[in-house]
């Protein structure tokens, strides 16, 4: 059965990676768990026990070669319905680098790791052309924020409000620490544009990551959808990543998440596990 309640689950946040061919900054080799290549059959193997067969790929790497790699395999794979590339939006060119990747239809918008950039990154005219550019294209723009990002990314996605944005990993919350005030302050605020989605993701890795359990996570997520509502959040596993935690299979973190859902309806449950991120990324796959 792969299918909720008769809609076909989507994955909205994966990773690949080739560390054979391409030099990766991140994962280090301390992290022995995932710091190996990645593939469409190792994440197809572990799909397999889960109810999810389509997936979105998000970037993991800051360069045109990951991008054109990913988008190669998504065109020999029926797996990957999506992907969220990189590209540097502060190239002078960079309209007619979206155009060209605009070509393969499976490429949906943009990520940019901000923990690499400078932390005026955001602020920067140049990628706020760049950003402009999305937004005349309909593509989507990942954001991987913390904490401290939410001050100017409210600013920013107020500038765009015709671009669509989605926070990836919830701004990975302190869950760990249980430190929850100021992260909910900024959740609050970046949920008040209603151009700005929010991936249920991440979590269990900022969590403990030996002695996590369901309910660490469920306050972060009840809050999300609070204030988000049903209609903007959407699961993603952020596999391979997930794995660094104990007991965090593919199968185990889908199953967690969607026990964070509980308190949702039926329909607002198919709404985070299968609809939104379709309607967000424009894919072509039933909903």
């Not at 319905?81 to 155009?99: M, Q, S």
């Not at 409210?154 to 100021?182: Q, R, T, W, Y």
């Amino acid at each position: 059965m792969n299918a909720l309640h008769g809609k076909e689950i989507v994955d909205a946040h994966i990773h690949l990676w080739d560390s054979d061919k391409f030099f990766y900054p991140w994962p280090t080799a301390d992290l022995s768990g995932i710091c190996r290549p990645f593939h469409v059959s190792d994440l197809e193997n572990a799909l397999d026990p889960s109810p999810v067969r389509k997936v979105v790929f998000i970037q993991a790497n800051q360069t045109y070669d990951e991008t054109d790699w990913i988008l190669e395999q998504a065109n020999r794979s029926s797996t990957i319905v999506g992907v969220a590339g990189w590209v540097d939006l502060t190239d002078p060119k960079v309209d007619v680098v979206l155009d060209k990747y605009m070509k393969h239809p499976k490429f949906r918008g943009v990520r940019n790791i901000l923990e690499a950039e400078e932390d005026n990154w955001l602020s920067q005219e140049s990628v706020h052309r760049g950003l402009g550019f999305l937004q005349e294209r309909g593509l989507t723009f990942d954001l991987l924020i913390r904490t401290r990002h939410f001050k100017l990314a409210s600013c920013v996605v107020k500038k765009f409000p015709n671009l669509k944005f989605v926070i990836d990993h919830a701004a990975k919350p302190e869950i760990k620490e249980g430190k929850m005030d100021a992260w909910k302050r900024g959740m609050e605020k970046m949920a008040e544009n209603p151009n700005v989605s929010c991936k249920i993701s991440g979590l269990v890795t900022e969590a403990s990551h030996e002695n996590w359990k369901v309910e660490d996570l469920i306050p972060y997520v009840q809050h999300l959808t609070s204030i988000f509502g049903a209609n903007r959040c959407m699961f993603g596993s952020d596999w391979p990543v997930c794995t660094l935690a104990r007991d965090a299979s593919y199968k185990q973190t889908f199953q967690a998440y969607l026990q964070c859902v509980s308190h949702l309806s039926e329909k607002e449950k198919e709404a985070v596990f299968c609809d939104n991120v379709v309607k967000f990324y424009g894919l072509q796959c039933g909903i």
